[in-house]
């Protein structure tokens, strides 16, 4: 696999992380010979990584070949765990969906996709699954609109020319100017709606969460079955709730921010500040109105 890189640049971690890379949902156990094909590495190469992973406990041998252990896991929770944005979510996630009865969850971009890095679920069938770790391609999804809203012109053009690794192929797949202009509406509301998008029956609402510095690095959606729930309950009923809990996770993120280390209590963090009031509208919880 042909790779510009630097000369500190560490080929052997590359093709590991490939090998790691190849199980996707569906595809739980995969043999040698298959990975060797995705990854377009050598079978021996292959089955020294294999190995190696399995001694670390990464993987396993299986019927067929190799499937991955939960210690996998791991990996990605290190990242939410550093951000502590789990921690901090948490609580007002849980409130949201008590009162929507829907799912809701926290994403930051990667490259063109968006990645679920929390996530509070209620049990209802829908198109596509969804767990920490998920990715789609962020035009179509309302975080990803609204991530991309965030951004600087020239970050937002070397966002879009990395392909996406989502595996998925969107229902609708914007040209720029079309993106464009579906995200100048997205930066003077404040939120973003993505009405199927993505797939057939998902419909969904999201807005911006910010640090202390008013940056919008996460976004937070509500997601509901385009069958059971209309477009003006989303955006009447659901919308100001979700607004509500953003604003809340960013004082609550930037109070976190501000206080050093040591002195953190993650009960009192976690609960609304006394005295302080809560944000309303989307200047408080989405991006600037322009």
């Avoid at 510009?4 to 992380?17: K, M, S």
């Avoid at 791991?74 to 799912?103: I, K």
């Avoid at 309302?142 to 966002?159: H, Q």
């Avoid at 609402?205 to 202390?212: C, E, H, Q, S």
Wanted: glycine share 8%.
């Amino acid at each position: 696999m042909a790779r510009e890189t630097g000369p500190d640049f560490i080929e052997a971690l590359a093709r590991g992380l490939d090998v790691l890379r190849c199980f996707r949902p569906g595809q739980p156990t995969m043999t040698l010979s298959e990975i060797a094909a995705e990854t377009g590495l050598a079978r021996p190469t292959v089955r020294r990584i294999l190995l190696t992973l399995e001694e670390l406990g990464y993987v396993r041998g299986a019927d067929r070949g190799f499937a991955l252990t939960p210690r996998v896991l791991e990996l990605g929770m290190t990242y939410v765990n550093s951000l502590s944005m789990w921690d901090v979510a948490r609580p007002h996630m849980q409130r949201l969906v008590a009162q929507t009865n829907e799912s809701t969850s926290v994403a930051q971009l990667d490259g063109s996709d968006i990645v679920y890095v929390a996530r509070v679920a209620v049990p209802k069938i829908v198109t596509l699954a969804v767990t920490i770790g998920t990715r789609f391609p962020a035009p179509a999804t309302s975080m990803g609109k609204v991530l991309l809203a965030a951004l600087e012109p020239d970050e937002l053009t070397g966002v879009l020319a990395q392909p996406t690794r989502s595996g998925i192929t969107a229902r609708w797949c914007p040209d720029r100017d079309e993106l464009d202009r579906a995200l100048r509406e997205v930066r003077a509301r404040g939120w973003a709606l993505a009405d199927q998008d993505l797939a057939a029956g998902i419909r969904s609402v999201a807005t911006g969460v910010r640090d202390g510095d008013g940056r919008v690095v996460a976004a937070i959606n509500v997601t509901v079955h385009a069958a059971e729930t209309s477009v003006e309950r989303l955006t009447e009923e659901y919308l100001p709730l979700l607004l509500r809990t953003a604003a809340d996770i960013s004082r609550d993120w930037a109070l976190r921010d501000s206080v050093p280390i040591a002195m953190l209590d993650p009960a009192r963090v976690a609960a609304p500040a006394r005295g302080v009031p809560a944000a309303r509208g989307a200047s408080a919880a989405g991006l600037p109105a322009t």
